[in-house]
T-cell receptor, first 113, second 115 residues
């Protein structure tokens, strides 16, 4: 029972490099999310996808792009990484019900040097 | 926009004692859900408890219970008989009336449990 799977778990990038964080869920959820977690800041929403084929900006979308490849997969791309993007990134998914809990991946610790 | 505020960055509790973590939120909606998540050092996010705004009865899950005050927009978490395994970051979260909207999180409270 995999739930939400994120890859990679750790990554170090140089400033200006690009990379894509992958996320897949096997729970047939419509909604998927990308959050970043920074010390003292809680979890802040980067982008979300309410259903396959739709994406919307969250609180901190600058410097990121997303793709909802299909119902299972939702990727996050950093086109030109900056030190300010050093963070722990979480992918999550949920049913499209207001009572539904969000299920989270294990997180990706990204360091930009 | 909805906001969630956790005013206690850090708390500590003696093992077997009771601790209450505070959370307030701001919304103009009348129908919504509130959640508490636990994040241990493993980074895994674990749902602790949830509360529907239209339910007056406070939710309870074993040693975890909430004090939901809708008029005051307050949603505190009480942990009874604290255990060493309760040590973690705790996040309060809000979801509005549409199931398509994301959870909005507070900044978290780090709970330490003293043996």
């Amino acid at each position: 029972n995999a739930g939400v799977t994120q890859t990679p778990k750790f990554q170090v990038l140089k400033t200006g490099q690009s990379m894509t964080l992958q996320c897949a869920q096997d729970m047939n959820h419509n909604s998927m999310y990308w959050y970043r977690q920074d010390p003292g800041m809680g979890l802040r929403l980067i982008y979300y996808s309410a259903s396959e084929g739709t994406t919307d900006k969250g609180e901190v979308p600058n410097g990121y792009n997303v793709s909802r490849l299909n119902k299972r997969e939702f990727s996050l791309r950093l086109e030109s990484a900056a030190p300010s993007q050093t963070s722990v990134y979480f992918c999550a998914s949920s049913e499209a019900l207001r009572r539904a809990e969000a299920f989270f991946g294990q997180g990706t610790r990204l360091t930009v040097v | 926009a909805q906001t969630v505020t956790q005013s206690q960055p850090e708390m500590s509790v003696q093992e077997a004692e009771t601790v209450t973590l505070s959370c307030t939120y701001d919304t103009s909606e009348s129908d919504y859900y509130l959640f508490w998540y636990k994040q241990p050092p493993s980074r895994q996010m674990i749902l602790v408890i949830r509360q529907e705004a239209y339910k007056q009865q406070n939710a309870t899950e074993n040693r975890f219970s909430v004090n939901f005050q809708k008029a005051a927009k307050s949603f505190s978490l009480k942990i009874s008989d604290s255990q060493l395994g309760d040590a973690a970051m705790y996040f309060c979260a809000y979801r509005g009336p549409s199931g398509n909207t994301p959870l909005v999180f507070g900044k978290g409270t780090r709970l330490s449990v003293i043996a």
